[in-house]
C-alpha cells in the first residue's frame, strides 16, 4: 500500500534524478560499453607484452647457441683442415692410439700423486738422521 501510494513518487524523482545528473540510459550503457572496452584492450596489451619479453629472451638465446655453434664450426673445419694432410693424420693416429713407426720407440710419463718419493739417480745416499725428519714431513 505504501509502495502504490508513493510509486509515481518514487519514479518521477528518478527521472528527475537521471536526466539532471546527465546520466540518462544511453549514456550508462555506452559507458559500460567503453569499460568493457578499456578492459579488453588492456588485457591485449598485457598479453602482447609477455609474448614480446618471451620473445626476446628466446631471441638472446638462440644468439648465444649460434656463436658456440659458429665457434664448434670453426674448431671442426680446422680438424678437417688438419686431418688432410699426411702429417695430420699421423699426428691424430699417433695422440688417438698410442702409435709408433716401425723401428720407434715409445717412451711414456706417467706423472704420480707423489713425485717426492720418486727415484733420484743424482742423489746421495740419505743418512740415518734425514731418513727419520722425513717421517715427521
Known amino acids: 500500500m505504501f509502495v502504490e501510494k508513493h510509486s509515481a513518487y518514487i ?27 578499456v578492459f579488453w584492450s588492456g588485457s591485449g596489451a598485457y598479453t602482447m607484452y609477455i609474448r614480446y619479453s618471451q620473445s626476446k629472451d628466446d631471441y ?9 655453434l659458429e665457434a664448434r664450426e670453426a674448431t671442426l673445419r680446422d680438424n678437417i683442415r688438419n686431418l688432410q694432410t699426411s702429417r695430420g693424420v699421423e699426428g691424430e693416429l ?12 715409445l717412451i711414456m710419463v706417467v706423472e704420480g700423486k707423489n713425485t717426492a718419493n720418486a727415484l733420484d739417480v743424482s742423489a746421495t745416499p740419505v743418512s740415518l738422521w734425514q731418513k727419520i725428519k722425513n717421517w715427521f714431513k
Not at 638472446?60 to 658456440?68: D, G, Q, Y
Open 11 to 37: 519514479i518521477a524523482y528518478m527521472k528527475r534524478f537521471f536526466t539532471t545528473s546527465g546520466l540518462t540510459l544511453k549514456k550508462g550503457i555506452l559507458l559500460v560499453v567503453l569499460l568493457i572496452g
Open 60 to 68: 638472446k638465446r638462440s644468439r648465444v647457441e649460434s656463436a658456440n
Open 94 to 105: 699417433r695422440t688417438r692410439f698410442n702409435a709408433a713407426k716401425e723401428g720407434e720407440e
